[in-house]
């Protein structure tokens, strides 16, 4: 709506002339809108100050006062305008005063302040400076409005950008340009206190600036309580209701909630399985990493309930322990849900984060979608729902909760994307990067590898943004760069005890090994992974390390529709660099050695020159094709948006049909899963009580290890009672520290395995029998508990072979006891 006709529509429906005198129809330099009654006193103040600042002329300024109180210095001031609003209750809200008093306006500038000045008036001149065009913030075009910095604790507590004035008595001062302040509010619908958060909120959505002003910690010397006894007592002004601004905050976020209760529901339809049978369910295509994960959340709760150090345990990998700071533990998500571990267990809590987590990683991306890309609130939430359901990500749902709880990552984006506009909107960077270090530090203590990931992508599309717009690159370099280091101010002490811990601590290893070449085939850029509605989990399984690790498998219809969406809307350069990012992302995830596919060639890549730079190498290259999740839900969501613009009815249906072909293929299917393998009665019962002492280790047979790890899930079971022998995380190896999965090997812990899984058991000679001894003195084992399972018979007649004593059974296990003083 323009302002003109916003003037037209409601303010002539609005307004009821209240004083004599000649008015002024021409333009206005200032208009100053006070949405509450003002004593006569502090009437002759604003006066004296507009006159002196504004001059003395008709067209100088204008004071617009919604109030049903009649003032004498208005009946004697033309300049003084009285604005009624109809006394049927609900008009009666700040909302609808501001709204009538706005588009009565006439001013090239529309001034808000309060009643009782909060704001001195001489502050005016610091944000006159910033609105007024050519000044060095405004390189392109003067902001829409400038704040002064004040704004409500409640609005800022919902996470809402509001300008000032949520309430009456506070610090409410914002400059708008004319027409833009008429058409902002004569497009709000809320006539309560929220109208502020509502009115700032379209402002950015029509890709205004706003800027903000650091004002002076003073208040105004003008006496505002009482008026003089000699004028009549204007009507107070109602405060405004907390019940009417929850109110207006749930109508305006209605659209938002909706939106996460879809994705709460999308989420819910992926878990299904998982949640049906929390006892009994494990997610079929999880590995060992369910074990694995749900015995972080466990050993986070045991360490942080018993006061013992949250980054170290010696609950698994007798003796050496395990550095928790350098495993995936998640101690962001885990330890503030220690309350729900303790409650309701381990598995509840897994399936939480993994559930809550999606819809909030696709909801946060709606949100930076919709706050930076489109209008469309549907289109908005297409593309958060693609960025946090795509096939990689539903892959890696399985069993990597630090692959799937991403929502931090939008909110880092847009906090570095605020640095880049600073300089433009006069902002200083401090408060941004402040902020900007405090999600970087929580985001290291959810997933470290995700947000390395995403800084790649970052970079990459800082680089391709260079390349497509040279000046506004350069002009964000420095306010970007000034932020970057508060943020790393803010960051490094904050993270820098965990940190030393994982690099330098018990434990602590230099890199991961993954194998000569973890890279995406081409085919896996253009196939469907295991879980979409048109993938082949063959077809799949034959191009991905596992099923938690089909880190590309977009499909060639999606990666079609986004290549078209980059040729359809080729102008616009953050189109161009989104798909330089997304190119190179693709590029750097086939790895060093990229295979023709049907050919014997094999090509160089080019994450030959970063696989051995620190951090990087220890990360599975084919995972860096993750970033092109978000490239592709922001495709998406600007094709939709400009697609529902189409004027023809045809275009708009064969737009939809072409973005439906592309997603209806990798549709996510709900997660499949199994039974999970039961604990033994004898930890269950605490029978093992009687067998392992404080300090001594139980040793399972075989060993727990990256392939077969359910004793995890014992020792969850019985509340970390006993530690283990053996285990799944990642730690050192020889010498030179080298990371891997599980435990260092030992002879009886790799003769143990191999005879379980079908290797025929070798003779038992005096060496064999020593060896076994001085492993198990190593581990500091108290006893060998040898399960029922397949081949338990050889296993059986192998270790009593090797500890010269037939075992005991008790319940649904062999036992041997092997701890100090036993034969």
Known sequence: MSGESA??????????????????????????????????????????????????????????????????AAAEEPRI?????????????????????????????????????????????????VLAPGTPQADDAPPAVVLGRSRSRLVRALGIPG?????????????????????????????????????????????????????????????????????????????????????????????GLAVAGAFLLLSLYVFQGLWTDLDGAYLADALQDQNQWEWFVGVTTDNVTNLRNPLFTLSQGMPDGVNLMANATMLGLNVPLIPVTLLFGETVTFALVLTLGMAASAWTWYWLIRRR??????????????????????????????????????LIIDRALRLCEAQREGRSVTRDGVL???????????????????????????????????????AAARPLGSGL?????????????????????????????HGDNAGNSPRALIEYASRSLFGDPETAGKLSLNTTEQNAFYGWPLLAFGVAVCVWLWRSKAVRALALTGFVALLLSLGPW?????????????????????????????????????????????????ILRLRTRELRTLGLLGAAAALIPVLPLPLTVRDRAPVPAFITSGDWKGYVKDGEALVPVPLPDPGQADALHWQVEADFGFRLAGGYFNGPWGPDRIGIYGATPRHLSNLLRDVRYGAQPPEVTAS????????????????????????????????????????????????????????
């Open 81 to 129: 305008r009285l604005i009624r609003l109809d006394d049927d209750g609900d008009g009666r809200g700040k909302g609808a005063a501001l709204r009538a008093g706005v588009l009565a306006s006439a001013g090239d500038r529309v001034l808000l302040t309060d009643s009782a000045l909060s704001t001195p008036l001489d502050e005016l001149a610091l944000l006159e400076e």
């Open 373 to 410: 890309f489109v209008r469309s609130r549907w289109a908005a939430a297409a593309g958060g729902a693609l960025a946090a359901f795509a096939p990689p990500m539903v892959s890696h749902a399985n069993g990597h909760p630090n692959f799937v709880v991403l929502f931090m990552i939008p």
């Open 163 to 255: 300008i000032p004035g949520f309430r009456a008595d506070t610090c409410a001062f914002a400059l708008f340009d004319g027409d833009r302040a008429r058409a902002a509010f004569g497009a709000s619908t809320l006539d309560g206190p929220a109208i502020d958060a509502e009115v700032l909120r379209w402002v950015r959505r029509q890709g205004w600036h706003v800027a903000e002003v650091e004002l002076p910690a003073r208040r105004a010397d003008a006496p505002h309580d009482q008026a003089p006894t000699q004028a009549p007592t204007p009507t107070p002004a109602p405060r405004p209701d907390r019940r009417q601004a929850l109110g207006d905050l749930f109508r305006l976020n209605a659209g």
């Open 594 to 642: 990229v295979p023709v596919p049907r050919t014997e060639i094999v090509l160089p890549g080019p994450w030959r020159l970063m696989i051995k730079l620190p951090l990087f190498e220890s990360v599975i290259e084919g995972r860096v094709a993750m970033v092109c999740a978000p490239v592709l839900g922001i495709l998406l969501a600007l094709a939709l948006d400009r």
């Open 768 to 823: 064999w029998r020593l060896q076994a001894r001085q492993d198990l003195e190593y581990w500091k084992a108290g006893a060998v508990v040898l399960p029922f399972q397949d081949r338990d018979t050889e296993l059986r007649d192998l270790l009593t072979g090797l500890l010269g004593r037939d075992p005991e059974q008790v319940r649904d296990v062999w036992v041997w006891r092997v701890g100090p003083g036993e034969p």
């Open 436 to 474: 900007l270090g405090l999600f970087a530090t929580y985001q290291i203590f959810i997933g470290e590898e995700p947000l390395l990931i995403a800084a790649l992508g970052m970079l990459v599309f800082c680089v391709a943004y260079l390349l497509v717009d040279r000046r506004r690159a350069l």
């Open 7 to 72: 003037v037209g529509a409601v303010g002539a429906d609005r307004e009821k002339p209240a004083s004599a005198g000649t008015r002024w129809l021409g333009a206005v330099g200032l208009s100053v809108v006070i949405p509450a009654p003002v004593p006569e006193h502090t009437l002759t103040v604003l006066r004296e100050h507009l006159d002196a600042h504004c001059g003395t002329g008709p067209g100088a300024w204008e004071l617009i006062l919604v109030t049903d109180a009649d003032t004498d």
């Open 485 to 513: 280091l508060v943020a790393l101010a803010v960051c490094l002490p904050l993270v820098a005890v965990p940190l030393y811990w994982q690099f330098f601590g018990p434990q602590s290893y230099h890199s991961v090994l």
